[in-house]
């Protein structure tokens, strides 16, 4: 409450915020008030962030291009085009855009697509774009498109039910067949611009707004009010912190990876000193432990590194997470210059006399077009061609082939399975973190399947089967191995265990994030260009599934 009243009164015109998810270290925030105007903004975007971006801003220029046509491409779109819908395709607020979007709220237009919302200068919010519809009894609530899954499927009584609607008949009702996924970018978003519709008198009564994203027909309706006050106490600390009324200090925390002030950077007025740079010169001790678990170490006196490797087995009030044996472990290991260290005695990992070791690439939430496999009989009957192979399609996604190559590889993995066991052998398979292969899996076998919503094609399993499949002793998680039995200094992901493990991929670029880029790049060239996007593709595939069996023989080298 001491920042809203600190920032109370009008504020400065260049004292404006926008909603958190823009970027939520306050740290960032005081950097990029105190720079050189602008020099950050040019600044290397993270390729996943750059995509994700670029396929949010797609998803709203296909929605809105195709609903002016005339077509109805998802029920939360219009199937009226004229006074009800005024639309500003614009990219960033100004001042035309602006106006027109108050002269649409002030004559009643049912929709505004693309609205540009002016900034309230004396609560310090900025200006902000978003689609905003009209609720009955008056007023309007905001609308975001996004290219992210906003339900899921609701299974059992104890998940929440979404409520969705129509954006030109407002009229929120509970989809029983459908879970709501809550985002804290997208009601941070939502609560900043039903703010903004507030300041010009154009808000709905009650706080409300609405998010156009994957897995439903219709936009899915927030009620705002349990965040509002959460999301106006950042506001407030945010803005005090533009201000200068708030001092800040670095401390890494998960938005560091995508952040461009992490590492340093040469401007053309000079070198600019990255944050790691700063916490590696103090050996600050965010470096080994997470956001939430700096608070209790501090308030203990552990400061540094060097002090959590030195501390004793008590853990401190208020630790959460992670073992704080595993946060010792990690300090000691980063003091040492160990990147992974094993934390139980004999490391060990389920293994089989044939073993295929899985990995996918999927376009963000667009499909999985590539399912790779890494074929190895570790025994000396044969069972079938060892060695990598690839299923995959290079249609856009989404499209029906997806479901072809999905068949197909079902069938070689369970193939394989089986002829396995009618010789007595064993078999497993493994993946590096399931989460990624078990979500494509489900919704390959959901969209797919015999009772597919998007297509049936031959083939596919039906969802028990692969659930079935998950849930067995036959499918193992690399990951998991790893994490219930190593600490890192730098993670636990492929990329950083393989290394230790002896690995090396081809590619000095190979990631996920790089990944998307390679695919995007593939997809829109021709010829030669194209053949050696997708051969990039697949080499960097056939090197994930060899570092898989990599990190696992490492393991198993422990017993």
């Given at each position: 409450m001491e920042d809203a009243e600190r920032t109370a009164g009008r504020v400065p015109d260049a004292a404006l915020v926008g909603p958190a998810s823009g970027a939520r270290c306050l740290h960032r925030l005081a950097r990029e008030r105190d720079a050189s105007p602008g020099w950050w903004l040019a600044a290397p975007l993270d390729e996943g962030v750059r995509l994700r971006a670029m396929a949010a801003a797609d998803r709203r220029a296909g929605l809105r291009e195709r609903a002016l046509a005339g077509a109805r491409p998802d029920a939360a779109v219009v199937d009226v085009v004229g006074d009800h819908w005024t639309d500003l395709p614009g990219d960033v607020p100004g001042d035309d855009d602006e106006k027109a979007t108050l002269r649409a709220l002030a004559d009643g237009a049912t929709l505004v697509w693309g609205a540009a919302l002016p900034a309230d200068r004396s609560s310090g919010r900025a200006g902000l774009r978003c689609t905003v519809a009209a609720v009955p009894g008056g007023g309007y609530a905001p609308v975001l498109v996004v290219n992210h899954k906003v339900v899921d499927p609701r299974r059992g009584k104890g998940s929440s039910t979404a409520t969705v609607t129509r954006l030109l008949d407002w009229a929120p009702a509970p989809d029983p067949t459908l879970r709501v996924r809550r985002h804290p970018a997208d009601l941070d978003r939502l609560v900043h611009a039903w703010r903004l519709l507030e300041a010009v008198g154009h808000a709905a009564s009650s706080p409300v707004g609405a998010v156009l994203g994957l897995g439903s027909a219709r936009a899915v309706v927030h009620d705002l009010s349990a965040v509002l006050e959460s999301a106006d106490r950042t506001h407030a600390t945010r803005l005090a912190v533009v201000r200068g009324e708030l001092d800040t200090a670095p401390s890494r925390i998960g938005e560091c990876r995508t952040c461009p002030w992490w590492e340093g950077w040469d401007d053309r007025g000079g070198p600019v000193e990255g944050c790691r740079e700063r916490l590696v010169v103090a050996d600050d001790v965010s470096l080994v432990v997470g956001g939430g678990q700096v608070g209790p170490l501090r308030a203990r006196g552990i400061r540094t590194v060097a002090e959590l490797a030195d501390a004793g087995p008590d853990r401190p009030t208020g630790w959460n997470g992670e073992p704080y044996s595993d946060a010792v472990l990690r300090a000691r290991a980063h003091r040492d210059g160990e990147v992974v260290v094993p934390k139980v005695a004999l490391p060990s990992i389920p293994r089989a006399d044939v073993e295929v070791d899985v990995d996918l690439e999927s376009h963000l939430d667009d499909g999985a077009y590539l399912w790779g496999t890494l074929l190895t009989v570790r025994d000396s009957r044969p069972l079938g061609t060892e060695g990598y192979r690839p299923f995959v399609t290079w249609a856009r996604l989404p499209d029906v082939d997806e479901g072809r190559a999905f068949a197909e590889f079902w069938r070689w993995l369970t193939g394989i399975r089986d002829r396995a066991a009618g010789q007595g052998r064993s078999f497993r398979a493994y993946c590096y973190s399931r989460a990624a292969e078990n979500g494509w899996l489900l919704s390959s076998a959901a969209r797919f399947g015999p009772e597919g919503t998007l297509a049936v094609v031959k083939g596919v399993p039906t969802v028990t089967e692969v659930r079935r499949f998950i849930s067995s002793p036959l499918w193992v998680d690399v990951h998991e191995a790893v994490a219930t039995q190593f600490v890192s200094t730098s993670g636990l992901g492929l990329k950083v265990v393989?290394?230790?493990?002896?690995?090396?991929?081809?590619?000095?670029?190979?990631?996920?994030?790089?990944?998307?880029?390679?695919?995007?790049?593939?997809?829109?060239?021709?010829?030669?260009?194209?053949?050696?996007?997708?051969?990039?593709?697949?080499?960097?595939?056939?090197?994930?599934?060899?570092?898989?069996?990599?990190v696992r023989e490492w393991i198993t080298r422990f017993s």
């Open positions: 393989a290394p230790v493990a002896g690995f090396t991929w081809r590619d000095p670029e190979a990631g996920g994030e790089a990944s998307l880029g390679w695919y995007r790049d593939a997809q829109a060239a021709r010829g030669v260009e194209r053949d050696a996007g997708r051969a990039r593709i697949l080499e960097y595939n056939e090197d994930d599934v060899r570092a898989t069996r990599a």
